[in-house]
């Protein structure tokens, strides 16, 4: 296994995926923080948005990749089935729960955008957790987010500024969701919270690779 990877080791790649207790607790939880996170970050998307909707329209989805870190972070500590999906509903009935511009719609959104992710990682056959894999899971659920937008928000608007919005979402959703949900976790392991996940794990023989 190579410093800079997540990646299943052959102990690893025999687990089971079978939820555990812990698994749906720590899933619950972060998908509960990352939930309040994308409350907040609606108040940081509107002026950023605005201003991105005159320098060319639909690249305010650029932004829109915060919304999307649940799913990534989740599986990437879970590796379970479904983890993406769980953590992106979970966040988005939290954003709901506060209030929001959207409204309940968030909820269609997050399951939306959950399947996207959850997809790619299913192809693995949720075995391997690699940057390069994790960065098409957060660019699948930015596709899923811009495909949804367009039909349902953005149906009256033209082709032109449809393509725009969806390749800015898969953009973000690559770059905030998978690059972004890959260095959080990475950043989780090294508190040691994450000690019974293989995330963890893999920090810990990082550190120790790198002290030998």
Do not use: C
């Amino acid at each position: 296994m190579s410093a800079g990877n997540l990646t299943a080791t052959p102990s690893i790649a025999r687990r089971s995926l079978r939820w555990r207790v812990v698994d749906i607790v720590v899933a619950s939880v972060l998908a509960v923080a990352l939930g309040v996170v994308f409350r907040v970050w609606e108040f940081g998307y509107e002026p950023l948005s605005a201003l991105m909707a005159l320098v060319l329209p639909g690249t305010q989805a650029l932004f829109g990749g915060v919304w999307l870190l649940a799913g990534p972070v989740v599986a990437i500590v879970v590796r379970k089935p479904g983890a993406a999906l769980y953590g992106e509903i979970v966040a988005a009935s939290v954003e709901a729960l506060f209030g929001t511009q959207w409204g309940w719609g968030t909820l269609e959104a997050g399951l939306v955008q959950g399947l996207g992710a959850e997809l790619v990682l299913a192809l693995f056959l949720y075995r391997v957790y690699r940057l390069p894999v994790v960065v098409l899971a957060g660019a699948a659920a930015g596709l899923a987010l811009g495909i949804n937008d367009s039909i349902i928000w953005y149906a009256g608007l033209d082709a032109g500024f449809k393509a725009v919005y969806i390749v800015s979402a898969v953009v973000s959703g690559a770059v905030i969701a998978g690059l972004g949900s890959w260095f959080l976790v990475r950043a989780l392991a090294g508190t040691g919270v994450l000690s019974s996940f293989a995330a963890g794990r893999e920090h810990s023989r990082r550190r120790t690779s790198a002290v030998a």
